[in-house]
């Protein structure tokens, strides 16, 4: 039903900006992990239209002891083309991709009113919910994409 590939990062702002900061200027939609090497951005396309994104940096949560681990980041579907499977397909993705470079645990700060769609998607939540200034409550979630000590 979509396309899903890698994009580049600035096709990740309008997005991000309309569903994520609506609250924010559009430069706060630029994130410092954005370009950094191993850093990659993922989109799903119905009939050409980018309606789903995610990115994903290589970083390390200390609460886990594993040296591979990458952090999802800005994930977002357009709100009309939302519980189609998009986002979930935009993770799995990412996954595939994870699970050939030997990384260990995919993990992001979850808004807790979404905490329902990551664990259909597999990830468990970590420690107390916290809150995100300006966003709000959060919380960490992670998944396990290949063997290998969490903690
Ligand atoms: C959260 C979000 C990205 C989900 O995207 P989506 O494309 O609708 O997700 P999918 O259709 O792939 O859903 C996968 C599964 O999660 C479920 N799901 C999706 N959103 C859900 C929600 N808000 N609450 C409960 N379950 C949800 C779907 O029903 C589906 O369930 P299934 O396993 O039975 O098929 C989207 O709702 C969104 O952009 N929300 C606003 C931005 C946001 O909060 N992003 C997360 C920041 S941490």
């Not at 990740?12 to 954005?34: A, G, M, N, V, W």
């Not at 986002?87 to 700060?109: D, H, M, P, T």
């Not at 939540?125 to 998944?143: R, S």
Request: charged share 25%; aromatic share 14%; net charge positive.
């Amino acid at each position: 039903m979509f396309e899903v590939k890698n994009i580049e990062p600035e096709m990740t702002y309008s997005i991000r900006h309309s569903i994520l900061r609506p609250h924010q200027s559009f430069e706060d939609c630029k994130y410092d992990t954005d370009f950094e090497k191993n850093t990659f951005h993922v989109g799903a396309f119905y009939q050409g239209r980018l309606i789903s994104i995610a990115s994903f940096c290589e970083r390390k949560n200390i609460d886990f002891t594993s040296e591979k681990q990458y952090q999802l980041r800005a994930m977002a579907t357009l709100e009309e083309y939302r519980k189609l499977g998009a986002g979930r397909a935009v993770v799995n993705y990412a996954e595939s991709f994870l699970q050939r470079e030997k990384i260990e645990i995919l993990w992001c700060k979850g808004r807790t009113n979404v905490q329902k769609y990551y664990k259909r998607l597999g990830f468990i939540t970590h420690g107390e919910v916290f809150d995100y200034p300006p966003i709000g409550p959060h919380i960490i979630m992670y998944k396990k994409i290949n063997e290998g000590n969490i903690y």
